[in-house]
């Protein structure tokens, strides 16, 4: 067993702190009291070939694992989580659908844009009344000859005003019978809304998108006619690796800001660090930020060997979750009321770190995929 990161991934880890400080970090805390999307940061990592990390060459993509993968998203997330969440979506839901199922002419068509970061990836899954029980779905496509016609809504979308295409389910047939489409965001009758007041993650792009009569060809089904939620539950698995790096990332930004203000701020003749009590919190800290993130890259190790990862992936993605909010808990609570404010960083976390326990699945789903794979 072997916990060393392999060259390949410490130089991703070093790529992506350098750009994370070097590029993202200093207008982080602008961009959430403006909410501006991070447009010009994806342009870079575009230019430095990070859009398609963990997808094969052949489609414009890495060539780099999982794991670097986790790297990424953690590093992003460490200064600024609306840029990790973008990046994690774009890769893991944006990605993923069309490498894991789509044709080779889909794949050209669609993939290669998006691995070259000429486009971002956005994935409609959630409905107003299907969240949680997304095989729930309302949004229909009924086919017409050569055409299907989709009706419907998604809610709580990732990318989708900066998508020139979006995956999405609709029921195609009774049980329901769901299928996946990918749908060109300049289809006639397709609207993306942004219009969504966030408690964090501001300067992350949340849409709603309705479809009226919406009509795309037959060669633009994803997968198999009937296997799409199937499908989306597969790329939840992946998914849900990306906002467990997330998380772990949101909580290493934090816990370095708390321990940065322990050493510095004095009380009672000495230094927070000095009590008993905030070292313990630090300690703490430390410790759970280093077993989510060994899950993380666990579950990540698994999914590049090919091997079962679905228990490890929502294992991961619930403990860093819930490790991200007690963290960010703690940093806000050695603060004390400067924590309170703006002008500290954790504050931003702590807003920030909540979203890791819904998307992807909420914390319950994950102990009920958790209990199922055990044998509950």
């Known amino acids: ?35 501006a999307f991070p447009a010009e940061v994806f342009r870079k990592m575009a230019d430095l070939n990070l859009m398609g990390l963990p997808f094969p060459e052949k489609v414009g993509g890495g060539g780099a694992d999982t794991i670097s993968f986790a790297i990424a998203v953690e590093e992003l997330s460490r200064v600024c989580a609306s840029t990790g969440i973008t990046y994690s979506a774009h890769v893991s839901l944006g990605c993923a659908p069309l490498y894991l199922f789509g044709t080779e002419e889909q794949k050209k068509k669609y993939l290669v844009p998006l691995c070259k970061g000429e486009t971002l990836g956005a994935f409609g899954l959630t409905e107003p009344n299907a969240g949680s029980d997304a095989g729930g779905t309302k949004t229909t496509a009924v086919r017409e000859k050569d055409e299907w016609v989709i009706n419907g809504s998604k809610c709580f979308i990732t990318n989708a005003s900066y998508a020139d295409f979006v995956a999405l389910t609709a029921v195609t047939g009774p049980g329901p019978e769901i299928t996946a489409f990918i749908v060109p965001a300049d289809t006639e009758g397709f609207r993306v809304i942004d219009n969504y007041v966030k408690m964090g993650l501001n300067s992350s792009n949340t849409t709603e998108l309705v479809m009226e009569n919406v009509r795309i060809p037959e060669e633009n089904i994803l997968g198999r006619i009937g296997h799409g939620f199937k499908q989306f539950l597969i790329t939840l698995d992946g998914g849900r690796i990306g906002i467990g790096a997330m998380a772990v990332g949101i909580a290493q930004g934090a816990y370095e800001a708390a321990l940065a203000y322990a050493k510095e701020r004095v009380q009672f003749g000495q230094s927070l660090s000095k009590f008993q009590v905030i070292q313990h919190k630090l300690a703490d800290m430390a410790m759970e930020i280093e077993l989510a993130r060994t899950m993380v890259y666990k579950a990540a190790w698994l999914k590049d060997e090919g091997k079962k990862f679905t228990k490890e992936a929502s294992m991961c993605k619930l403990y860093a979750s819930e490790m991200a909010m007690r963290v960010c808990n703690q940093a806000v609570q050695i603060h004390g009321g400067y924590g309170y404010m703006h002008d500290y960083k954790v504050e931003r976390f702590f807003r920030d770190a909540k979203l890791t326990e819904i998307g992807e699945g909420t914390s319950e789903i994950q102990r009920t995929v958790i209990a199922r794979e055990i044998g509950c």
């Open 1 to 35: 067993m072997n916990f060393e990161l392999s060259e390949e991934q410490r130089m991703i880890r070093k790529l992506m702190r350098d750009f994370a400080e070097g590029e993202v970090a200093p207008g982080a805390d602008e961009r959430d009291r403006t909410k």
